[in-house]
T-cell receptor, first 113, second 118 residues
Framework: AQSVTQLDSHVSVSEGTPVLLRCNYSSSYSPSLFWYVQHPNKGLQLLLKYTSAATLVKGINGFEAEFKKSETSFHLTKPSAHMSDAAEYFCVVSDTGRRALTFGSGTRLQVQP | DARVTQTPRHKVTEMGQEVTMRCQPILGHNTVFWYRQTMMQGLELLAYFRNRAPLDDSGMPKDRFSAEMPDATLATLKIQPSEPRDSAVYFC????????????????FGQGTRLTVV
């Protein structure tokens, strides 16, 4: 069985400061891992994906994530938060067997001016 | 600009009525997912199809929900009869799953159908 745990339901940062959204995963197979973002009343947009190539993955809008197998983690980071980054972020796992996406519970990011 | 299209965007219906939600996946994608999003449960996988065949619908209440892909350009999710607890946003997503490398399993999501059952 596969699952993801997003360790924080809410994160609040000031504009211009770093962002860290934490995610731990569990998978029986070699996983593919993703981060999706959802702005209010919008669909889900793919930020970045890890599929067993480089462990440091760069995504859109300055976000990146590092796959750490020893820690079963896939934390999302950004050096400097922007007001437009305020949204809900989902860590997602897909194993090579089932190929369906399992979503974490989400982290709501607030960016204070 | 390829995108997943869902209709309707909003639906308000009375309890007991039939509801049909439609999804047009991205052309060339071989996998279609249906997810339901609620405040309490978050994003739940209801069903998914590969090459139009249902692979897993274990997340779907079988007595009232049904999902089909009449052809490669249309997926439907039907609720009959609808109940207030079905109120949620229903997302369709499509993707191209390959058996070789690189593995491409990301899904592209539609804007969702916001269903309210009163």
């Amino acid at each position: 069985a596969q699952s993801v745990t997003q360790l924080d339901s809410h994160v609040s940062v000031s504009e211009g400061t770093p962002v860290l959204l934490r995610c731990n995963y569990s998978s029986s197979y070699s996983p593919s891992l993703f981060w999706y973002v959802q702005h209010p009343n919008k669909g889900l947009q793919l930020l970045l994906k890890y599929t067993s190539a480089a462990t440091l993955v760069k995504g859109i809008n300055g976000f990146e994530a590092e796959f750490k197998k020893s820690e079963t983690s896939f934390h999302l980071t950004k050096p400097s938060a922007h007001m437009s980054d305020a949204a809900e972020y989902f860590c997602v796992v897909s194993d090579t067997g089932r190929r369906a996406l399992t979503f974490g519970s989400g982290t709501r990011l607030q960016v204070q001016p | 600009d390829a995108r997943v299209t869902q209709t309707p965007r909003h639906k308000v219906t009375e309890m007991g009525q039939e509801v049909t939600m439609r999804c047009q996946p991205i052309l060339g994608h071989n996998t279609v997912f249906w997810y339901r999003q609620t405040m309490m449960q978050g994003l739940e996988l209801l069903a998914y199809f590969r090459n139009r065949a249902p692979l897993d619908d274990s997340g779907m209440p079988k007595d009232r929900f049904s999902a089909e892909m009449p052809d490669a350009t249309l997926a439907t999710l039907k609720i009959q009869p609808s109940e207030p607890r079905d109120s949620a946003v229903y997302f369709c997503a499509s993707g191209l799953v390959t058996t070789g490398l690189p593995r491409n399993t990301e899904a592209f999501f539609g804007q969702g159908t916001r269903l309210t059952v009163v």
